[in-house]
């Protein structure tokens, strides 16, 4: 049994349920990852025979079936007819070089319709329990230990920013402290879990919170369903990028590689909605 890119490019709508990308989507990976791979991978392998047992457009398969499914690499290896160190070995490869054509760049310079408007909001998610220190990443919130991250994107969905992943104890608010300030001219829309923001942001927009002696009015109630149905969409940019398992069930590899990962499906999800990664 072998699947390959030849095979199954002729059925649109599976390629796009098993890989989490369109055909013509995948084909301008495929472009870009070309010469990076022939650069920093081919010219400079020193063992003797064949580098490799299946083609570059098969491999990136492999990655974002990984990616996509996050099932076991030894399942990957049966379905591409190679062996399952293999596929560990072509992940590792291939990641550094989609995180240079595909992961949201640091320094990306924004428009200026960019930064009037950003959703700011952070995700968690399930880790396996680590074996040292283990109270920095459990999660009151979840009841588990877990990863959390950052994500800032403009009105329109495009993600401008991932941070760096931290510990899941870490509030919410804190984690935002800790990443680079917004521009002093950005109207920022959070959630209730950033209270405290316009002292360091005054252009913010956060929900109003009932009190036991202060219930909410008919304005206030208005003016939180009009802030939801913004904040929805930087929410629904996040369910974009749980369609990859990978970052949706618990994660099950190094915790140093996950933030790499985070950043390539990002970039992906952009290239998805109609945005350039980079």
Known sequence: MSVGYNKIKKFPRTFNRLFGVQVDQFEEILKKTEP???TKIIR?????????KCELADMILMLLLYYRSYTTQIFISYLFGIDDPSVCRIIRMLEPILAKIMAISKCKKLSRE???NLLVDATEQPIEKPGKGQKPYYSGKKKRHTLKTE?????KGRIVHVSKSK???IHDFALFK???PLSPSSRAFLDSGYQGIEKIHPSSEIPYKASKNKPLDREDKEYNRALSRV???VENIIGDLKVFKILQDRYRNKRKCYNLKFNIIAGIVNMKNGFSPV
């Not at 400079?44 to 490799?52: E, L, V």
């Not at 994500?151 to 009105?155: A, E």
């Open 36 to 38: 990076e791979w022939e």
């Open 44 to 52: 400079r392998y020193k063992r003797p025979g064949r580098p490799f």
């Open 114 to 116: 960019e930064i009037e």
């Open 167 to 169: 510990p899941g104890s």
């Open 151 to 155: 994500i800032r994107t403009t009105i």
């Open 178 to 180: 800790q990443e680079p």
């Open 231 to 233: 904040h929805i969409k």
